[in-house]
């Protein structure tokens, strides 16, 4: 049987520092190299991704922003898409300005993908975002509103206090056509709460890769809530010991935490060809 391993990327094979240990880097591109069907699946871009995989052999697509998009790792070609649809994209401004939140806008602009921002509208946990993506050409800073909603829109993304967005993330969740997740940033007090297309999810990409790639069975690694529809379509799921409980509740396991290459000891284990 053909087994797809899928782990999420931070808080899971990603350590502390926003990279994956030279130790998990060797044991997981020697089992690829063997044969083992392995990608990840994050929230991050795959530019973003790119960074902190650096080393990793991943020769499947890649499932980036959640599952909107499934993308080869090497060339960045789209194999498959989730977006919405012009009355969403209306509804999701509408709502977001009448709630006095500025987020950042993920959209394709001229052929082009761009992710803008109202650069007067800045807090801590969005200038702390910005300055880890230094240099990345896809960002777009503008000095107001005007421009913020240019495109065409897949994906966006809020950064606040938890009170600030949790009304907007309650009024989106409750509706039926949009995904969402609301969760705090990693190591940090900042919240994050974003809004994608209905089926621009972890589960439904995970299922896509399944049948392209024509495997039977799932194992998957997460750390975080976003991860749980991913763990409901896995014959095999396991939590890393720095999962939050609800992760680890609805785990199969949990194995050793984000810093102690847990996930690829796992696979050495388990998956060894």
């Known amino acids: 049987m053909k087994t797809l391993y899928v782990s999420d990327l931070d808080g899971t094979l990603l350590n502390k520092s926003d990279r994956i240990n030279g130790r998990s880097l060797a044991i997981i591109n020697g089992l690829v190299a ?5 990608t990840y699946a994050t929230a991050r871009s795959l530019t973003s991704a790119r960074v902190v995989t650096q080393g990793l052999s991943v020769r499947n697509p890649v499932i980036v922003y959640n599952g909107a998009f499934l993308m080869e790792a090497d060339t960045g070609r789209v194999v498959s898409s989730e977006g919405f649809s012009g009355e969403e994209q209306a509804f999701v401004r509408k709502k977001l300005t009448a709630g006095g939140i500025s987020p950042f806008v993920y959209s394709f602009i001229g052929g082009e993908e761009k992710v803008s921002y109202n650069g007067s509208c800045l807090n801590e946990g969005k200038e702390r975002y910005l300055s880890l993506r230094k240099g990345d050409k896809r960002f777009r800073r503008l000095d ?3 421009g913020l909603y240019d495109g065409e829109m897949f994906y966006f993304t809020c950064i606040g ?18 995904t969402c ?3 705090q940033e990693l190591y940090r007090p ?5 809004i994608m297309p209905k089926k621009a999810t ?5 299922l896509k890769l399944k049948d ?3 495997c039977d069975r799932i194992v998957s690694f997460g750390d975080a809530v976003n991860d749980i529809p991913m763990f409901r379509i ?29 996930v690829a000891l796992w696979l050495r284990e388990h998956a060894g060809m």
């Open 212 to 214: 392209i790639l024509g």
């Open 34 to 38: 063997d044969g083992m069907f392995f």
């Open 202 to 206: 972890k589960y439904n990409g995970i």
């Open 144 to 146: 107001g509103d005007a």
């Open 161 to 178: 206090e938890k009170e600030e967005l949790e009304g907007a993330y309650r009024l989106f969740e409750s509706d039926g056509r949009f």
């Open 190 to 194: 900042e919240w994050w709460f974003e």
């Open 234 to 262: 896995s014959d095999e799921c396991y939590a890393v010991g720095n999962a939050v409980p609800e992760l680890k509740a609805a785990a199969t396991g949990v194995i050793g935490d984000n810093e102690s290459d847990s």
């Open 181 to 183: 997740t609301f969760q």
